[in-house]
């Protein structure tokens, strides 16, 4: 076969931009003609339920992206299936040497990029990956061993020693694309109906731009679920319409808290690589050995938001109805559900996944064994949210709670479906007998 050295095939996945994007950085620095392809990826969209508003932001973002690659006189390519079948495939098709992408750190992903590299090298082809998803990844912030860290703190202080501008330095691949081999034709782009998934869009997507006022007032700010103070991205972290790096600049200069949540980000990112096992298992093993009661009836009125408590109910309330939940109720509803109703984590995990605009599986998981005190560096098992106290102390007005729980304060609101002093007492008596 006559492949064209100086062509390259860039595929995008959880970096849906043209602007500051790593791996297509690389690609149109070091080739003439660059191929930007997208694959609706049939091992993930076949498990989803057909009106999910994740797939209706991606086919919105991919549209607006192909229109981007068209002003430059480029065509995103459009795929639908199974990446592993697909990828090798097109390469051959185009006769590229180089396939670049950007890497992904959970364990599917992971695998599956490594089958494929396995594909494209049969046939003499080079599979490139690039960091763009995240600050530092893998192995860059170490001990001094060279082990990962598993305790936030120290990883931390690591993690901003070792930061400059260099990693913050923005990559201009909009300005190489521009000079990338103009295309001739432009492909069209299949409908979301034809992939079966319904076009209507029940929730709304929150602006990628955070407003400076969110980085000032954030570390006062942040932990009151009725104001707008937090910057509400993750839906753009997780895939990539947002760059890491402009918004790790804008918190370095303005919210050295904000910041943080940056690097607990990166952290669970760094934790789900080099211990894939967490995905599905306790990261201190010998949490998976407690006997969760797992009450489904209660598990369902956690869910509906039908707990009679009414942080926890609003919180669950405004997941199921915007696909998002503020950061400070998610610890006390993740709380509610593995102290007080002794529910095993995983089916939180589980919940959050469906529902989530932002769900992202490093930090969900970090974030519900934090909760079930099973994680790294998680909440020790003593310690038990109390949800009235949450309240009293984050929404002393019930203003989020009455945003969101229309019949509190009248017979209709339930009584709580557990006591809370019964509820602690026997969830430390359980995890003190069981993990010592």
Same mark, same amino acid.
């Given at each position: ?59 919105? @973002? ?50 599956? =990029? ?105 570390? =006062? ?66 949490? =998976? ?17 039908? @707990? ?112 809370? @002093? ?15």
């Amino acid at each position: 076969m006559n492949i064209v050295e100086n062509s390259a095939l860039f595929w995008h996945r959880r970096d849906l931009r043209i602007k500051d994007n790593s791996g297509l950085y690389k690609a149109a620095r070091n080739h003439s003609k660059v191929y930007p392809i997208f694959i609706f990826d049939t091992t993930i969209l076949d498990k989803l339920p057909k009106n999910d508003q994740r797939v209706i932001f991606i086919y919105n @973002t991919i549209q607006t992206l192909k229109e981007e690659y068209k002003d430059l006189g480029l065509d995103l390519r459009i795929y639908y299936g199974d990446p592993c079948v697909l990828l090798p495939q097109i390469a051959l098709e185009l006769n590229v040497k180089k396939v670049y992408s950007n890497n992904d750190y959970e364990p599917k992903a992971i695998a599956r =990029d490594l089958f494929i590299y396995s594909e494209l090298k049969k046939n003499d082809l080079q599979y490139i990956g690039s960091k763009d998803h995240v600050i530092f990844e893998k192995s860059e912030v170490v001990k001094a061993d060279n082990s990962p860290y598993t305790v936030f703190t120290p990883y931390m202080k690591k993690w901003r020693e070792k930061l400059n501008e260099f990693f913050l330095r923005s990559y201009p691949s909009e300005l190489y694309c521009s000079n990338l081999t103009k295309c001739g034709t432009f492909s069209s782009l299949i409908s979301l109906e034809e992939m079966g998934f319904s076009s209507v869009q029940n929730q709304s997507f929150p602006p990628k731009d955070v407003p400076a006022t969110i980085f000032k007032e954030y570390v =006062d700010k942040r932990d009151y679920p009725s104001l707008n103070a937090t910057s509400k991205v993750g839906l753009h972290l997780r895939f990539g319409t947002l760059s890491i790096r402009d918004l790790a600049r804008q918190a370095k200069e303005t919210s050295s808290s904000y910041l943080n949540e940056l690097i607990w980000r990166d952290f669970y990112q760094m934790i789900i690589y080099h211990f894939p096992q967490s995905v599905d298992f306790s990261f201190k093993k010998k949490y =998976d050995l407690i006997p969760w009661e797992n009450n489904e009836s209660l598990f369902y009125k956690w869910c509906e938001g039908k @707990t009679g408590y009414p942080i926890v109910d609003a919180g669950m309330r405004e997941l199921n109805s915007t696909g998002f939940m503020h950061n400070r109720v998610r610890m006390i509803v993740a709380s509610f559900l593995t102290k007080h109703l002794l529910i095993d984590w995983k089916w939180g995990e589980t919940y959050f996944a469906e529902k989530l605009l932002d769900y992202d599986l490093a930090s969900n998981v970090g974030g519900w064994q934090w909760a079930a005190s099973s994680g790294c560096d998680a909440s020790p098992y003593f310690r038990v949210f109390n949800p009235t106290l949450q309240q009293q102390k984050f929404d002393k007005e019930f203003q989020y709670i009455k945003k969101w729980v229309k019949e509190f304060g009248t017979e209709d609101y339930p009584e709580p479906i557990i006591e809370h @002093t019964f509820a602690r007492n026997r969830v430390i008596a359980v995890y003190k007998k069981t993990v010592g």
